[in-house]
């Protein structure tokens, strides 16, 4: 399977704390992203962030990214309960984007 | 814009009917792409189109599945018989390049 793997699988943290989920891919890529999936609803897009590019912020979102190790982190701070979701990376080889199995994270208050 | 528009939004049907799902994309993307998501197999790939014409439907498990997108603004997913295990939640994305896709609410079907 290209799939590729998300760790950890769930997370449970308070309010205000950081939640970090990690990502691997398969093949080479053009970029890779995250998404956010609420409960019943569509993925929605969160970051994008280039092959060339190492890190990328966007407001409490920051993402990582190493090619030599086919890995990326997703890094969001100071958590609030309407975080809650799960969190899919996806990565683009030729054409196609091939999610990852993704995080379950819950954000108490 | 409304977004990715997707229908119907829940489906109960049984073994052996059709199911056709439909979408309608954002307009001015000229990229559609069909998904299946199960907690068993995750979110996978079906078909996407360019252009209104099949790109790669390799993602596509059996002749009993077939796709189509007869202009820019309406796509079908057709199961035809349907099975249990085509139970899932069934999600349109569209997008203006590969990258960045804006999904749909889905489709829950239950095929009993």
């Known amino acids: 399977s290209q799939q590729g793997e998300e760790d950890p699988q769930a997370l449970s943290i308070q309010e205000g704390e950081n939640a970090t989920m990690n990502c691997s891919y398969k093949t080479s890529i053009n970029n890779l992203q995250w998404y956010r999936q609420n409960s019943g609803r569509g993925l929605v897009h969160l970051i994008l962030i280039r092959s060339n590019e190492r890190e990328k912020h966007s407001g409490r979102l920051r993402v990582t990214l190493d090619t030599s190790k086919k890995s990326s982190s997703l890094l969001i701070t100071a958590s609030r309960a309407a975080d809650t979701a799960s969190y899919f990376c996806?990565?683009?080889?030729?054409?196609?984007?091939?999610f990852g199995t993704g995080t379950r994270l819950l954000v108490s208050p | 814009d409304a977004g990715v528009i997707q229908s119907p939004r829940h489906e109960v049907t049984e073994m052996g009917q059709e199911v056709t799902l439909r979408c309608k994309p954002i307009s001015g993307h000229d990229y559609l792409f069909w998904y299946r998501q199960t907690m068993m197999r995750g979110l996978e790939l079906l078909i996407y189109?360019?252009?209104?014409?099949?790109?790669?439907d390799s993602g596509m498990p059996e002749d009993r599945f077939s796709a189509k997108m007869p202009n820019a603004s309406f796509s079908t997913l057709k199961i035809q018989p349907s099975e249990p295990r085509d139970s899932a939640v069934y999600f349109c994305?569209?997008?203006?390049?590969?990258?960045?896709?804006?999904f749909g609410p889905g489709t829950r079907l239950l095929v009993l």
């Open positions: 994305a569209s997008s203006i390049l590969v990258e960045t896709q804006y």
């Open positions: 189109f360019n252009n209104n014409v099949p790109i790669d």
């Open positions: 996806a990565s683009l080889g030729f054409q196609k984007l091939v």
